[in-house]
Structures are given as structure tokens and as C-alpha cells.
């Protein structure tokens, strides 16, 4: 049988070894300091683009097992690339993320238009394996490679006035096509409290699988809360703000009586238009019970003592 390479798939040989990318960026640095404009136009079409390499694996698993990486990159929530499970995946094919850059501002010491490779150091990834809990009651185990948002969070040094953290995705609708009509207010924005944001499960992932994180996904970088529905996970992020009050969210702006700022995962409040009791593990025939919290219940549940979550949905 012959196994089709996927697109993200690149070969050996095409990959750039890591120490000629650095000598590459030490290089980019160095023309820049002096001024070397023409220099920079000389380099061949170097593709900046972020590359999952070595990571340290299984840092946190479970017991579940693992779905498809073929549903996992085949059904997906993306409305910036149409609104269907298919869409994402073909109407992204050629979405482009090389010198992707992250703007960082709001009440923090170090604001900044930061490069990737810069605020997620490729020696830093990890993996680690979470439930997505999609708030339309399906849900995946999905083994993602990232770094713990709270690490990157405290290097850029929030002020005390940060109590909250706000997250856009890009604004293209020439790259982003299903941002041509009206579904969200565009960009999709999310946000969370600081402490959520600070909390070790919270992850900002750049792949899955051990490789780099497909389109479809979010590529190049997109935010995991494994104990919120799926929603809350925002894609192909290009702006971190520190804010002192709640952020606006996309879907909260569309439909506030269906989709909470908070958005834990709680079967015992139901969406206004269905259960959340139970939910359809893809892959798997018979529906399983939803567990509070997305089974991360121990860890965070300390995040909502003061909090009535049946209000604060
Ligand atoms: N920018 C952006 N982020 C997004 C979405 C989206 O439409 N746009 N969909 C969300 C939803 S509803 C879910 S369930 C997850 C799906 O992630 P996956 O496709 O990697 O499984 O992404 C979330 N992040
Ligand atoms: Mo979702």
C-alpha cells in the first residue's frame, strides 16, 4: 500500500538542519542591524516558517485512546476557511504562515511584535495529550506539541493591572477566504481570565502528531484549553493583549445567551438548544457521559470557587 504524503509532511531533505536555520537568523539579525536591505532580497526565498523538530514526549498523556490523526485533520471548526467539517482542511491548502508574528500589547513590560520562533522557543515543546470538547457535543484525544501559555505570559511580564488575557485571530479575507461573509464578527477573538491563562494545563500549541500544526488545525500557532469547549481554543493566533477588563469574544458578541465568556465543559448546563450530558467521541459508536469540567475537574475546578457556574456559563 502506498502511503500518500501529506502536505505538511515535508522530507528529510527538505527540511532546513537546525543549526543552519540559526546561522540563517543570526544572519537576517546581522543584515538588519546594518541596514542590509539588499542583502536580505538576496537570500534565496528562505522559508521562515515554523517547523516542529525534536520535542519531549508524553509529558502529559491519558488513558483515552488517541483519535485518528485523519479525523483530527479532516473534521474540523475553522469558520475562517467555510463553515463546514470539510472546508477547512481544502479551502486552506494554501494558507501561507512563513514570518508569522504575533503583536503583544496591553498592560505587560514587554510589548512587542514578537517572531514565532521567538516567543515559542522550538527547544521548549512538549507534548501533551488533552480531550477537545467541542461545545456541539463531539469531542477527540488529540496529542498536541506546544509550550504552556503561562511560560511565554510571564516572560512578556504582565502589570497587576493585567486580569485578563485577549487573543485574535488573523484578519485576511484575501487568505482567509470564509471571512468574506458575515458568519462571526471577524477577526474571532477569545479571551481568559489571568489565572486561566497562568494555569499549567493551558497550552499555546504549534503541532500535533509530532509534526507541525496542519492548516486546518490553526497553523502556525493556536491556543488548547482542555477543560473549556473547543470554541475557546482560538486558532492561527496574531495578537496577545493583557487587559484589565473582560475581553470581547466572537461567538459571546453573536450569541450571548448560548456561548458564555467562561465555556467550561459542565454537563449539567445544557447549550439552550441541546444536552451537554453527553457527547460522541469521533471514531467511537456509542456516546459517552461528559465529565465535568472535560475530566480536568481536579485541576481546575480551585479556578471557580467564587464563581456560580450555572450563571457564568
Ligand atoms: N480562529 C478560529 N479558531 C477556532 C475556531 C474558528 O472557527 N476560528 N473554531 C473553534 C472550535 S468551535 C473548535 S471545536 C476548535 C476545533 O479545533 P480542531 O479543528 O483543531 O479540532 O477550534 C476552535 N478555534
Ligand atoms: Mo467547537
Redesign the pocket.
Known sequence: MIKLKKRWEISESEVTPESLYRQRREFIKAASTIGGAMLLNAWPAANASYRVGDYRKGVISLDDEITGEED?TA??????FGTGKED?RENSKRFMTDDWTVVVSGACEKPGTYGLEDLIKPSELEERIYR?R???AWS?V?PWVGVPLGSILRELQPTSAARYVAFK?LHDPVRMPGQQRAV?HW??R?GLTIAEAMHPLTLLSVGMYGKTMPN???APV?LVVPWK????????IVGIEFTEVQPLTSWNMSIPREYGFYSNVNPEVDHPRWSQKRERRIGEIFKRDTLMFNGYEEEVAGLYDDLDLSVNF
Open positions: 483530527v473534521y474540523n471548526n475553522f469558520y475562517e477547512p477537545l467541542c461545545v456541539e477527540m488529540i485571530t462571526l477577526p474571532y477569545e486546518q488545525n490553526g493556536r469547549y473547543g470554541f475557546k481554543s482560538i486558532k492561527s
